[in-house]
């Protein structure tokens, strides 16, 4: 059961990143080069000090593998075909100045365990200026689909990852099935909104 549930979180994945990438090629969305190059520094940072502190288990971390994988695609995505301005916000020069922090504090401390929760935290940020934008803006701004599926993949990846026992990995999960859930629920609070006023708004798929 182990195995078929890390297999289906895996396609899960795979399947998310192509629609992604599909939809940038497309022209569909246009996400920010910038923001996606400090998540995926967040999902390295989060990999590496995971592997340090369980002796380079990819097997309990193959969640977080697979991020890295998956974020760099779309970041190449973006350089091929998106959105290619690099500049930083100043949101985001903040996050990057955290990472370095966090690596500075990993190095000097040798505790990677705790390096790797403030990762976690650190990934957590980043999705501060995806919901700020609704919230600025009161619409729903990003993909039903992209974004259920996500989610689909932590559901499914719950039941191997809560087995094999590693907390990390345990941790990594269940902050990832949080902050997408709270992302799918202002997204569809903004689309009932929208459905309720005068103007006709069409839902983000």
Known sequence: MNEVCTVLAILCLIST???YCYK????????????WITFLTGVVLSLVTFLLANSWNFK????????VFMTSAIVVAILTRGKRETRFRPFEKWYLAVAVLITAYGFITGNAWNSNLFAQGL???????MILTMVTEKRNTESFVTWSMTDVTCLIALYPVWMDGNVLAIVYL???????????VLMAYYELRAKRAPVHHTMTV
């Open 123 to 129: 990934i957590t940020l980043g999705y501060i200026p």
């Open 17 to 19: 990143t192509c629609l």
């Open 24 to 35: 940038i090629w497309t022209g569909k969305i246009q996400p920010t080069l910038s923001t």
């Open 174 to 184: 269940f902050r990832g099935i949080f902050m997408v859930s709270l992302v799918l």
């Open 60 to 67: 309990s971390g193959f969640l977080n593998t697979i991020d």
